[in-house]
């Protein structure tokens, strides 16, 4: 069904260009601060993880081979791991709850301008289920990490519950799955949308929308790592391939996913 779906998908987004120039500023601003929120949370906290490494070998190395076992109550007591691994876990909570708000800041306003190129009566009052669904994917997201923690974990009364070989491949499942269905739902918001509809959709028209979601995410994947074969030599092309490629081609794929999933309909 690409045959199809691609065609519209490139109409809708050749004869809406009226929309590109807020597409581009808002999609810029959107990368820009992420990349803030990068620095500003993400990069300290690997200096905090280094820190409670650092701790953690010294607490090793104070302790005879046949005390191991206690290494975990020891480094409860250690102040010096505690402090730097508290500040590891706020710096990675901050950065995914400023993710989580970019995220549904800018988005809701993307994903509206692309259903608005597609269904010219679209009130921008409907994209309030756009947070909704964000923050049921990420709930979702939480839960699974979660559960991979506990089962690839070990303490001294919990064993891994399967091995770590097993448990990554069912999280990149997961994972998987989550973003799959989680651009369905963002695709179905103009529709009486529910939870129900989107796992439905996405299992019976599998055969138009997964064609369609893994080129997207082949078109993703290039658009947002392109930049980056430049942005230490030359950062200035960088930002040129940002505004003329990447954007761009963002835009068209959030199009595309909306014509696979609507595909039916025409």
Not at 184 to 205: C, D, E, R
Not at 243 to 248: E, K, M, R, V
């Amino acid at each position: 069904m690409l045959t199809q779906t691609l065609p519209k998908a490139w109409t809708a987004f050749t004869e809406n260009k009226k929309y590109l120039l807020f597409i581009i500023l808002i999609e810029f601003v959107f990368l820009f601060l992420l990349t803030q929120a990068h620095l500003y949370f993400f990069v300290p906290s690997a200096q905090a993880a280094t820190m409670a490494g650092e701790a953690m070998s010294k607490q090793v190395e104070a302790m005879p081979e046949t005390e191991l076992y206690q290494l975990e109550t020891k480094l409860g007591e250690n102040k010096e791991f505690m402090a730097a691994y508290r500040l590891l876990l706020n710096y990675i909570i901050y950065f995914i709850l400023s993710i989580l708000g970019l995220f549904i800041v800018f988005r809701t306003p993307l994903w509206y301008l692309s259903h608005k190129s597609i269904l010219k009566k679209m009130p921008f009052k409907t994209m309030i289920k756009f947070p909704l669904l964000a923050l049921f994917w990420f709930a979702i997201l939480c839960a699974a990490f979660i559960i991979y923690s506990i089962a690839t974990g070990s303490t001294a009364t919990i064993l891994p519950l399967v091995s770590s070989d097993t448990a990554t491949f069912l999280m990149s499942a997961v994972f998987f799955a989550v973003y799959y269905f989680s651009q369905i739902s963002f695709a179905l918001i103009p529709a009486q949308q529910t939870f129900k509809k989107t796992f439905v959709y996405g299992a019976k028209h599998a055969r138009t929308i997964l064609p369609a979601f893994l080129v997207n995410a082949i078109i993703t994947f290039i658009a947002l790592s392109l930049p980056f074969n430049w942005i230490t030599t030359t950062p200035l092309l960088s930002l040129a391939i940002i505004l003329i490629i990447t954007i761009p081609a963002l835009a068209f794929a959030r199009l595309h996913m909306i014509t696979a999933t609507w595909y039916r309909k025409s």
